[in-house]
Every structure is written in structure tokens, then in C-alpha cells.
């Protein structure tokens, strides 16, 4: 088990400048344990790590790793047998806005979630986002 990574791990974060709530959230309920191992968060190690995830209280925040800027920030609430996502707030400044449709955007914060955070196997979610990437 690693120590809980936390704000104050990094040097330089910029938070989202032009934030646009997501239209959808993510339906999965992560479960007790799961919720746990989500607010341990993550911190990049390796060049290809692109990610440094933390929560704070309720709320996870994804930056990508070589700049510190800000991409997502998920607000969880309790919901029955665990945790769910209610609200999603996203970079729209371009060229940092993570793009695509509010459905896209949606599913790949799911899979960094789910990959990064609790190391599943995403190849399903990945072969659903780029099947709506290629019909877009």
C-alpha cells in the first residue's frame, strides 16, 4: 500500500482555467474499498506516467504530469454500496480540453479512474471510445 498522495506532493499545479461541467457523469459505483484506493490517488513516476491524481475530500482532481494543468475535477457523492460521481468539470480552454463529445470525455475519465487507480483491465471502455472516435 502507498502513502496518499496530496496536493502539497507537487511543485506546480495549475488548476482548470475554463471549466464546463460534462453533460454526463460516469454510472459506476465504486464500492468501499474501491472509493479507498481512488483517494490514495496517483503520482507519475516515469515519463510515460501522463497523470497526477489526488482527491481532496470529495472531489478528484486529474492533472496531466509534465505541466501540472488541470483536466478533470470529480465531485463523488455516497450513493448505495459505495461512491459515485455526480458531477464532472473539465479544461475547455483549448488546446488543454481533452476533446470530443461529453459521452468521450466522460468514458475516458472512467478509464484513467479505473486503469490508474485501481489497475483493471479497461480494453473494453478503450475499444468503446474509439469506436465513437472513429464514427465522430
Given at each position: 500500500?502507498?502513502?496518499?498522495?496530496?496536493?502539497?506532493?507537487?511543485?506546480?499545479l495549475?488548476?482548470?482555467?475554463e471549466?464546463?461541467a460534462?453533460?454526463?457523469?460516469?454510472?459506476?459505483?465504486?464500492e468501499?474499498?474501491?472509493?479507498?484506493r481512488?483517494?490514495?490517488?496517483?503520482?507519475?513516476?516515469?515519463m510515460?506516467?501522463?497523470?497526477?491524481?489526488?482527491?481532496?475530500?470529495?472531489?478528484?482532481f486529474?492533472?496531466r504530469?509534465?505541466?501540472?494543468?488541470g483536466?478533470?475535477?470529480?465531485?463523488?457523492?455516497?450513493?448505495?454500496?459505495?461512491h459515485?460521481?455526480?458531477?464532472v468539470?473539465?479544461?475547455?480552454?483549448?488546446?488543454?480540453?481533452?476533446?470530443?463529445?461529453d459521452?468521450e470525455?466522460c468514458?475516458?475519465?472512467?478509464i484513467?479512474?479505473?486503469?490508474?487507480?485501481?489497475g483493471?483491465q479497461?480494453?473494453?471502455?478503450?475499444?468503446r471510445?474509439?469506436?465513437l472516435?472513429?464514427?465522430?
Amino acid at each position: 500500500m502507498h502513502a496518499r498522495v496530496m496536493r502539497s506532493d507537487f511543485r506546480r499545479l495549475t488548476p482548470i482555467r475554463e471549466p464546463r461541467a460534462l453533460s454526463e457523469v460516469p454510472q459506476r459505483v465504486w464500492e468501499p474499498g474501491e472509493w479507498e484506493r481512488i483517494q490514495r490517488g496517483f503520482r507519475a513516476r516515469a515519463m510515460e506516467d501522463r497523470w497526477h491524481i489526488f482527491a481532496e475530500g470529495d472531489r478528484l482532481f486529474l492533472h496531466r504530469s509534465w505541466r501540472g494543468d488541470g483536466r478533470y475535477e470529480a465531485t463523488f457523492v455516497e450513493a448505495q454500496g459505495g461512491h459515485q460521481i455526480s458531477r464532472v468539470l473539465v479544461e475547455d480552454a483549448e488546446p488543454r480540453f481533452p476533446g470530443g463529445s461529453d459521452h468521450e470525455v466522460c468514458l475516458l475519465l472512467e478509464i484513467l479512474i479505473n486503469s490508474i487507480l485501481l489497475g483493471e483491465q479497461t480494453e473494453e471502455q478503450r475499444r468503446r471510445l474509439s469506436d465513437l472516435r472513429s464514427a465522430g
